[in-house]
């Protein structure tokens, strides 16, 4: 996986993200899954500091611990599935959530506007992700102006 950053641009990653299955290892930077955190926290004797959710998860199931997390990946399963945009700005705005927020899955560099809007700091994208059309969204996103609708109706009149 590659991390991107705001701006479109590749990042080394310190984070350790474990899996579902995997056997616990501590690291200071290390994310865990829901079902994972108790267990980690009573092994290490001190709590993760980052949290893998999945789309479809409830978040009043994870809110008494948000407040001890710097990091937080919320996983795409499908880059058309809505749900983690939802979960994101729920974690912004209704949970204020103002750690790290990373999106992860197969998404497109198109939605890059959208991950930013919704609260998302960073990306984790499959390392076949051309890091180029990720530099060129954010450049997009950056050199966007709004337009009025007198403006777009000109444009179409001058062609």
């Not at 890059?112 to 051309?130: N, Y």
Request: one cysteine or more.
């Amino acid at each position: 996986m590659i991390l991107i950053d705001r701006h479109g641009l590749p990042q080394s990653d310190t984070w350790h993200y474990l899996d579902r299955d995997e056997t616990l290892s501590f690291s200071p930077s290390t994310v865990v899954h829901p079902q994972q955190w108790d267990t980690y926290h009573m092994h290490f004797g001190t709590p993760a500091q980052g949290l893998w959710l999945a789309g479809e998860q409830a978040l009043d199931q994870v809110q008494p611990i948000l407040g001890q997390l710097t990091l937080i990946v919320v996983e795409f399963a499908k880059s058309r599935d809505g749900r983690g945009f939802t979960l994101a700005r729920l974690l912004r705005e209704r949970y204020g959530f103002d750690g790290d927020l990373r999106a992860a899955g197969p998404l497109l560099p198109d939605q890059f506007a959208m991950l930013l809007q919704c609260g998302f700091s960073s990306v984790l994208v499959p390392s076949a992700s051309p890091v180029v059309r990720w530099q060129q969204a954010a450049g997009a996103i950056h050199n966007a102006r709004p337009r009025t609708l007198l403006e777009r109706l000109s444009q179409r009149n001058e062609v």
